[in-house]
């Protein structure tokens, strides 16, 4: 019964016509998986972050609020290697790298900057409409997340959208989308102010599958629970290591999966 632990404004009903009243099959709801912790590594506590991603063993990681900034972090002891603020204007989200280019969203600015992957020196900027939440790629696409319950993808090269589809939870749309990563073939999406991660199947939508990491953060470590909430997924497909953390948290964590069940 997962669907009923989210929020409402999460995993809503259609607004179309009303479904009938009866519960989806057992087989239907995805399956829900735990986690260990495998190491605990420091995170810039005043960092609000809003996306990460893992590349030749560091972090690119990009963060909101003023001066929103996007930067190169050393894995082990959370060191700010390098890092670019945006202008005072705009709000920072999410952010990915592909072919040796970070690319960045703004949450309502409708601008998408472009920098080098090696010394994030700015080299381009790009509009699209609505706002920016969450960004991933899957070597051929972005995969862009704006807080509906879609996720958006667009070309590379010219950042034109080229199509989209609508995530669902047992037959429900799963709103509030967050910070996105592409793991072997899926896309995982952190749902706003919850503790979960959601598994999408990127050509149907469908959600196939939930990591709860309700309590990886202790009770006390975060400034604002409200606010300072789970929010950042990092890959290394190599090593095949999973990293997570969250807004102002002052840890980042790598974790294994467990279960499900």
């Known amino acids: 019964m997962l669907l009923l632990a989210l929020p409402a404004s999460v995993a809503a009903q259609s607004?179309?016509?009303?479904?009938?009243?009866?519960?989806?099959?057992?087989?239907?709801?995805?399956?829900?998986?735990?986690?260990?912790?495998?190491?605990?590594?420091?995170?810039?506590p005043t960092a609000f972050t809003q996306g990460l991603v893992f590349r030749d063993g560091e972090l690119i990681e990009s963060t909101g609020r003023a001066p929103s900034s996007v930067r190169r972090v050393r894995?082990?002891?959370?060191?700010?290697?390098?890092?670019?603020?945006?202008?005072?204007e705009y709000f920072g989200e999410g952010l990915t790298e592909i072919d040796g280019r970070v690319i960045s969203l703004t949450w309502t600015n409708g601008v998408a900057f472009v920098w080098n992957a090696a010394d994030l020196t700015q080299t381009a900027r790009f509009t699209y409409a609505g706002e920016g939440w969450?960004?991933?790629?899957?070597?051929?696409?972005?995969?862009?997340?704006?807080?509906?319950?879609?996720?958006?993808?667009?070309?590379?090269?010219?950042?034109?959208?080229?199509?989209?589809?609508?995530?669902?939870?047992n037959g429900r749309p799963v709103r509030q989308l967050n910070e996105l990563e592409w793991i072997d073939g899926e896309v995982w999406a952190n749902v706003w102010q919850t503790n979960?991660?959601?598994?999408?199947?990127?050509?149907?939508?469908?959600?196939?599958?939930?990591?709860?990491?309700?309590?990886l953060l202790p009770e006390g470590l975060a400034k604002d629970p409200a606010d300072d909430v789970l929010n950042g997924i990092?890959?290394?497909?190599?090593?095949?290591?999973?990293?997570?953390?969250?807004?102002?948290?002052?840890?980042?964590?790598?974790?294994?999966?467990?279960?499900?069940?």
Do not use: C, M
């Open 196 to 215: 979960y991660i959601v598994r999408i199947d990127p050509a149907s939508g469908r959600v196939v599958g939930v990591i709860d990491l309700k309590g």
């Open 75 to 88: 894995l082990e002891d959370g060191v700010v290697l390098q890092k670019r603020d945006l202008e005072p």
């Open 134 to 169: 969450g960004l991933t790629h899957n070597g051929t696409r972005l995969i862009l997340s704006d807080g509906s319950p879609a996720l958006r993808f667009f070309d590379p090269a010219t950042f034109a959208e080229t199509g989209r589809v609508a995530v669902t939870l």
């Open 15 to 44: 607004s179309g016509p009303a479904a009938p009243s009866v519960s989806p099959a057992p087989d239907t709801r995805p399956p829900v998986y735990g986690y260990e912790v495998v190491r605990t590594f420091p995170h810039d």
């Open 234 to 261: 990092a890959w290394d497909e190599k090593n095949r290591r999973l990293f997570v953390t969250g807004k102002n948290w002052p840890s980042l964590f790598e974790i294994r999966l467990t279960g499900p069940g």
